[in-house]
């Protein structure tokens, strides 16, 4: 990215008091809008930005992912989404958020040999779940087991040496899958099961998942394609809530396992990737095609917090390409399975309506990934405590592609956002026998 000052384009911003007005230069990427360099504002004008919820704030140069919300276009270091979702797969679009380009043949299976080595847990490890209740929330297991990689993995958690990070980046995308299928069997109380290195990623995961050791378990192609599929798509988002969290944890020189824990804790939350467990509870409560319009109606209340889940965006104003693909994923899975799920058909008649519906059409409020990723989910055959969990499996690869990204910025420093203080001013203490 050329991150110089566009033919010496500025923006000139005046203090209206002072009189004082500076330039600020305005940079330029390969697409996507200019970004004014605010660094001087402080400095010379001694003024901060505000801007809750960064609605308009970048906060970091990056190459890994760009995504056009009015278009609704998403690409991997220019690979569009829909062409990697069809062509490609989920280790093949890791290796390119992580490494840039599309591999070679060599490459490719260079990094999933790579990959395919660390799919175990260090024994002690699996020691861990014991001490989680049985009915824990699987991403409550997920944000302790993998913030205790770091207690384990002490040759790859020296941040400075490019070796051992790509270690860790890659222990971190391997054994997310493990420990993920771990907690649903801990959930259930079955034996966990072990890696299967003969199998692919998405086969493997599903296999340590859904298999016992009593019985021979096939994967069903079709299931571990559609899993890979879901797993590309949830690959990257660029700075994203949970990838923010990451970078900024990892800004403080933080070690890898402890970023991506923080970032799996930020993941969890329902206006983010815990959307697609509440899109299915909000179904399920909805029950009937004849109480959608109640429901709309109580979305649009602004006294109700009552929000249709699986719409809206913070940057997609027009589709999200992800749901585009899921949204015939879903229809392909649910028929190769013959499954017949009347909630697809709530589903289908929920979009319907609030598409036409002038509230989401003023407000541009579209079915994002969540919308269709937790029917699909649910006919796999998990539950919808699961359904997160599947989203970290997949986002790992975008965390430690960009906190590694971050690591090397020769830009970077420790995120420290500023204020706008509205508190007491200066106040003198006043002794406790004095306050009455
Ligand atoms: N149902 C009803 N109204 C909505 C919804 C919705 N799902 N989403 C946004 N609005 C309204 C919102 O109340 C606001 O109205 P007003 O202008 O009158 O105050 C307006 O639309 C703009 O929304 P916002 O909350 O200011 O937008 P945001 O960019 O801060 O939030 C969002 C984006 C995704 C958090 C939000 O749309 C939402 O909570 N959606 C439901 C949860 C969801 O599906 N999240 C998954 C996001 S995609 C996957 C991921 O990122 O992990």
Not at 113 to 125: D, P, Y
Not at 244 to 273: D, E, K, M, Q, Y
Not at 289 to 314: C, Q, S, Y
Not at 363 to 373: A, E, G, H, M, R
Request: net charge neutral; with cysteine; glycine share 8%.
């Amino acid at each position: 990215m050329d991150n110089k000052p566009s033919n010496r384009e500025t923006l000139t911003v005046t203090d209206n008091v002072t009189g004082k007005s500076i330039d600020m230069p305005l940079l330029s990427g390969t697409i996507g809008p200019k970004v004014v360099d605010i660094r001087k504002l402080y400095s010379e004008l001694d003024h901060f930005t505000f801007d809750p919820g960064y609605t308009a704030t970048g906060s970091c140069e990056s190459k890994i992912t760009y995504i056009d919300g009015d278009k609704g276009e998403l690409y991997y270091r220019g690979y569009p989404i829909e062409q990697l979702a069809d062509k490609s797969d989920f280790m093949e679009s890791c290796y390119i958020l992580l490494y840039g380009e599309l591999p070679t043949r060599e490459q490719k299976s260079s990094f999933v040999g790579a990959i395919t080595r660390h799919t175990m847990v260090h024994e002690q490890l699996t020691r861990f779940f014991s001490g989680f209740r049985r009915d824990a929330h699987p991403m409550a297991v997920m944000c302790g087991v993998v913030g205790a990689l770091s207690a384990f993995y002490h040759d790859s958690t020296d941040i400075t040496d490019p070796r051992q990070r790509m270690i860790a980046s890659h222990r971190l995308i391997a054994k997310m899958p493990t420990i993920a299928a771990m907690t649903y069997k801990y959930s259930l109380g079955q034996p966990f099961i072990f890696p299967k290195n003969s199998l692919g990623f998405a086969e493997n995961f599903l296999h340590m998942t859904f298999a016992v050791p009593c019985e021979e378990y096939k994967v069903s192609p079709t299931l571990a394609k559609a899993m890979d599929k879901i797993f590309i798509l949830h690959a990257d988002h660029e700075q994203n809530a949970s990838t923010s969290t990451v970078r900024l944890a990892g800004s403080s020189g933080a070690n890898p396992f402890a970023c991506i824990a923080a970032g799996i804790a930020s993941l969890w939350g329902p206006a983010h990737g815990g959307a697609n467990e509440a899109v299915l509870k909000m179904l399920m409560e909805i029950g009937h095609k004849d109480r959608i319009p109640e429901f709309v109606k109580r979305a649009k209340n602004k006294d109700d917090t009552f929000k249709l889940m699986g719409f809206g965006h913070r940057v997609y104003k027009n589709f999200d390409p992800r749901a585009k693909v899921l949204r015939e994923a879903c229809h392909e899975v649910l028929e190769e399975l013959g499954v017949n799920d009347p909630l697809l058909e709530l589903a289908m008649e929920l979009e319907r309506l609030a598409l036409k519906d002038d509230y989401f059409i003023e407000k541009k409020l579209y079915p994002n990934v969540d919308f269709y990723s937790g029917i699909i989910l649910k006919a796999m055959g998990f539950p919808t405590s699961m359904f997160t969990v599947l989203f970290a499996i997949a986002r790992t690869v975008g965390w430690v592609a960009q906190w590694n990204e971050m690591i090397e910025d020769p830009n970077q420093k420790i995120g420290r956002p500023r204020q706008l203080y509205t508190g007491p001013v200066r106040r003198d203490y006043i002794d406790i026998a004095k306050r009455g």
